[in-house]
């Protein structure tokens, strides 16, 4: 059973830094893309960085590209989101999802959802 676990959200002032993990099990975690998702009160649910399965290529949203780092630790089966340079619009809740492909910004093009960590930014 995949399982997928996010910690690490929390109350930060603007331009603040934050860390986000996502801890994996039941898969084989180098087999799958991974992703961070956020959602805003009122907002659908929008892609923010992933990172593909095997190669380890990168991709961010273009609000959050310069600020935050995605990276794994196959080792510890976990995916972390190094947010940097936080914003009062960053404040969402983020859920980390894998996919075996992985390719989409879509959050429906993803299969597998962990319960999701609130971030607040305060100006």
């Known amino acids: 059973e995949v399982q997928l676990q996010a910690s690490g959200g929390g109350l930060v002032q603007a331009g603040g830094s934050l860390r986000l993990s996502c801890a994996a099990s039941?898969?084989?975690?180098?087999?799958?893309?991974i992703g961070w998702f956020r959602q805003a009160p009122g907002k659908e649910r929008e892609g923010v960085s992933r990172?593909?399965?095997?190669?380890?290529?990168?991709y961010y949203a273009d609000s959050v590209k310069g600020r935050f780092t995605i990276s794994k630790d196959n080792a510890k089966n976990t995916v972390y989101l190094q947010m940097n340079s936080l914003k009062p619009e960053d404040t969402a809740v983020y859920y980390c999802?894998?996919?075996?492909?992985?390719?989409?910004?879509?959050?429906?093009?993803?299969?597998?959802w962990g319960q999701g960590t609130l971030v607040t930014v305060s100006s």
């Open positions: 990172i593909s399965k095997r190669h380890d290529s990168t």
């Open positions: 039941g898969f084989t975690f180098d087999d799958y893309a």
């Open positions: 999802a894998v996919d075996l492909w992985g390719e989409s910004w879509s959050p429906a093009a993803w299969s597998y």
